[in-house]
């Protein structure tokens, strides 16, 4: 056992009623706590030079947290907590996400006396830093790690020492300050007002949206956004008066669109606007951008701006020594400050990705914009994976659901049932399979993977499955949610091995009217893992498959499962979805990109091929019983838990008219203009607001990709809880915030997957130049807008047109506006009339 004692702090606060009183706080101190290298058997720390800031500097230089070179006292979080708990958490949270190392300076017992210890504090005393000395705890932890560690160089950061350290490369990027002055006049920050949360327009950064509850607030210009960010949360005051300024950006940032400048009449958009008082909290947002090139001068120390590839930001500036490696690269910078008298914000450096264009970089970037996590999982999360034959994957003997520490003998054995799944081509997660026996009544079973059964609550694996929130799918690879042993092996429906399935057993009537059904947990054995195209070839030309009967019937079912849903308003979009294939096993794509136009080299044999994921009918034979298992569950979980059940819902939105007789583009219009899907839970929204306006279900859940969604796992625990009369463990609180994290995670991961599928189709575009039909769906001041249904992408041309107007584009290559503006360029096609 390791030596300790108990010490006592003791400190003095005014109680609610304004009474002074003392109080006493045990603290138990050990002589073991690890400093973080090898020598106490962590190595988590590795450089040869390292800094300890204080609470002042950590404060001041927010950015020191991307370093890898520093080391955090658990004092100064202290310290930093006492003054403001929205920044401790913030900060914590940093931490956290970039395994910063935290010392416990205040668990450390000491191990010198208190006559050496005088000795040495007076000693650093003596170094006077602006009248102020440096914190007795920063310099103890100095001293601790100068005579624990060999080999290491270590210095505290402080006001003093920051520009003692402004030309150390290790530190001098994350310590940049700028001086800067522009003439711009915002506001100065109060509290005052309401509070809630400003999201950026995607359009022009300087107008937006405040959201407070279900309101929402628009705010229209530069000054009334106020220097808020996208994400912030602000505080803010409606606008008093009846019309609004509405401000377009000066400078072409946003590839040259620009609408028109003049006011709003608020009365006839009926919209409530509103300025931007104060910042309440900002987002922790690692932003990721290039050097506008513009902006160099020369070389040596100075201020650059960073564009953002999130459209979302303004340019930012930095200070930098180091321009020309940081020239045509993509930079991860976080924001540190934006002055009321400086046109943008100042932000610091913290790392580099590689080469603009290269597309592992383009992809990392991608990543890290939508906080998608894409590192190895740690080791802790396959340690819990062993006990299911992680170590031993290759004997058929863990695949036999007989020797699996879960199986319940009150399972419904479905083992003798033809049980098969239809999946998309090389899909190794089969979360579904499907049942249909036929008789005087038709039985057809939707059996989904058990996963609860495999990640039980609080563990490792459900902490990172619950962090990650879902699988993300992009173009050449899969992040799944799940280990995957898990994923692809012992939970994944495969063929012709047993496997554990939480089910919904449904029976038909002749009419095919459904006369009951139930919930249950079962064991289930495929017979078969068709792919989309075998199950339509059966379908259409082979009436002698063992199988072709409950396919046909499940067909047969699920026309009349559509009709009614489409009879009672579901929306039906037949738009079309571009998806850009990428071989993996070919040449990798190498391209690069400069705003000089000096490297425009990409290889002609990329691997990519279009793949506009035409459905055929077993599509939607899957999606009908998919949505039938849903609804069935929502209804069945909803019925026992009224107040914390996981539920998703699409609001009922006026849809606009749209007066385009294009049927592509219609439907584009109609898909983008729909509000999104989110989860809730049940006990904070009105019954009457359940309703998924798309499906037309007065109540909907996922239940039926736990593999792919925490959302499902959850449902699949709270099921259960009502199965086996258990407590299940969430209440109302609890799902609530869990389905605002999966609402952002659900939300970043269909946004990575879109603009990585965007990113692709440029690379197989570019090297075509092709010409293209093309619709104008908005005209502006200096262009129009216009849609291309055979690639499913909209852009910009120079000529104003008028709205519905067929037009020839030519697609061009032009990696600057692409990777910078995040625009695919266009050239309208002028035909000579003969």
């Not at 416990?104 to 191990?111: A, K, N, Q, V």
């Not at 054995?413 to 033809?418: A, G, T």
């Not at 939970?491 to 002749?510: H, P, T, W």
């Amino acid at each position: 056992v390791c030596p300790g004692m108990i010490t006592y702090d003791q400190a003095y606060a005014f109680n609610r009623k304004h009474k002074l009183i003392k109080r006493v706080v045990e603290c138990y101190k050990r002589a073991d706590i690890p400093c973080g290298f090898a020598c106490c058997g962590n190595a988590k720390l590795t450089n040869t030079k390292y800094y300890i800031p204080d609470a002042d500097t950590l404060v001041k230089h927010k950015s020191l947290l991307f370093s890898e070179n520093i080391i955090v006292l658990q004092s100064v979080l202290k310290e930093i907590k006492q003054k403001n708990v929205g920044t401790y958490n913030s900060y914590t949270r940093i931490i956290k996400r970039n395994n910063i190392f935290v010392f416990y300076d205040d668990f450390r017992l000491e191990e010198i006396n208190e006559e050496q210890e005088r000795t040495v504090l007076e000693g650093y005393n003596e170094m006077r830093v602006y009248e102020q000395k440096w914190p007795e705890k920063t310099a103890r932890a100095l001293s601790f790690y100068n005579s624990h560690v060999r080999g290491v160089i270590f210095s505290v950061l402080n006001r003093q020492t920051c520009l003692e350290s402004a030309d150390d490369p290790v530190i001098r990027d994350f310590i940049a300050v700028q001086d800067t002055q522009d003439d711009e006049n915002y506001r100065e920050y109060t509290n005052e007002g309401c509070v809630g949360f400003f999201h950026s327009s995607y359009y022009n950064y300087f107008s937006g949206t405040i959201y407070c509850g279900n309101t929402k607030y628009y705010v229209n210009n530069r000054l009334d956004v106020n220097r808020a960010l996208n994400g912030d949360e602000v505080f803010f005051k409606t606008v008093e008066s009846d019309d609004v300024t509405a401000e377009v950006l000066e400078t072409d940032v946003n590839a040259g669109i620009t609408q028109e400048t003049g006011t709003i009449d608020t009365k006839k958009e009926k919209k409530v606007f509103a300025y931007v008082t104060g910042i309440k909290q900002r987002k922790d947002k690692i932003i990721i951008g290039t050097i506008l090139n513009g902006t160099i001068s020369g070389v040596g120390t100075q201020n650059v701006l960073v564009k953002p590839i999130d459209k979302k930001y303004p340019p930012c500036r930095i200070q930098t020594s180091n321009v020309e490696r940081y020239k045509n690269m993509r930079l991860k910078i976080v924001i540190s400050e934006w002055k009321e008298t400086s046109k943008y914000p100042n932000a610091v450096y913290i790392g580099m990705l590689g080469p603009v264009g290269d597309v592992q970089t383009e992809i990392n970037s991608i990543l890290i914009l939508n906080e998608i996590s894409d590192t190895p999982l740690n080791q802790n999360y396959y340690e819990e994976t062993e006990k299911f034959g992680h170590e031993q994957l290759n004997c058929e003997e863990t695949r036999d659901m007989q020797h699996c520490m879960h199986i319940n003998s009150d399972r419904l054995d479905l083992r003798n049932e033809d049980v098969f799944s239809i999946d998309p081509p090389g899909c190794t997660d089969i979360d579904d399979a499907l049942h249909c026996k036929i008789g005087t009544t038709t039985e057809i079973g939707v059996h989904i993977a058990d996963v609860s059964s495999y990640v039980p609550r609080n563990t490792a694996v459900d902490e990172e499955a619950k962090r990650r929130g879902t699988t993300v799918y992009l173009n050449d690879r899969r992040i799944d949610m799940l280990p995957e042993v898990l994923s692809s092996d012992l939970c994944s429906l495969k063929s012709n091995v047993d496997r554990l399935a939480l089910s919904v057993i449904f029976q038909f009537d002749a009419d095919f009217n459904i006369i009951g059904s139930k919930v249950c947990e079962t064991i289930v054995k495929s017979r078969e893992a068709f792919t989309y195209d075998q199950a339509q070839n059966i379908l259409d030309c082979d009436k002698d498959h063992v199988l072709y009967a409950p396919l046909r019937r499940l067909y047969d079912v699920s026309r009349k499962l559509r009709k009614s849903r489409i009879d009672n308003g579901a929306l039906i979009l037949n738009s079309k979805e571009i998806f850009v294939r990428r071989n993996r096993n070919g040449k990798e794509i190498k391209g690069r990109c400069t705003q000089e136009n000096e490297i425009h080299r990409a290889n002609g044999d990329v691997n990519l091929s279009i793949d506009d994921k035409s459905e055929v009918e077993t599509c939607s034979v899957i999606e009908e019983f998919m949505i039938l298992a849903n609804v069935t569950v929502a209804k069945f979980m909803y019925e026992h838990i009224k107040n914390c059940s996981l539920l998703r819902r699409h609001p009922e939105v006026e849809m606009k008219e749209i007066e385009s007789e294009i049927e592509s583009v219609r439907s584009m219009l109609k898909r983008r203009s729909m509000a999104q899907a989110t989860y809730f839970s049940s006990g904070t929204v009105a019954f009457a607001d359940f309703k998924h306006f798309g499906l037309a279900e007065p109540i909907y859940t996922h239940f039926t990709s736990p593999i792919r969604r925490y959302a499902d796992l959850v449902v699949h625990r709270l099921v259960k809880s009502v199965l086996f009369r258990t407590d299940y463990g969430y209440d109302d609180y609890s799902i609530d915030a869990l389905t605002k994290h999966l609402n952002v995670k659900h939300r970043s991961a269909q946004i990575a997957s879109r603009e990585c599928n965007f990113m692709f189709l440029y690379f197989y575009l570019r090297e075509r130049e092709c010409v293209t039909q093309a619709y104008v769906i908005k005209s502006l001041a200096n262009g129009s807008i216009v849609y291309v249904p055979e690639y499913d992408l909209d852009g910009f041309i120079k000529s104003v047109r008028t709205v519905n107007e067929e037009v020839k584009v030519r697609i061009v290559r032009d990696d600057e506006n692409f990777f910078i503006n995040r625009w695919i360029k266009l050239e309208e096609v002028v035909q000579v009339k003969k």
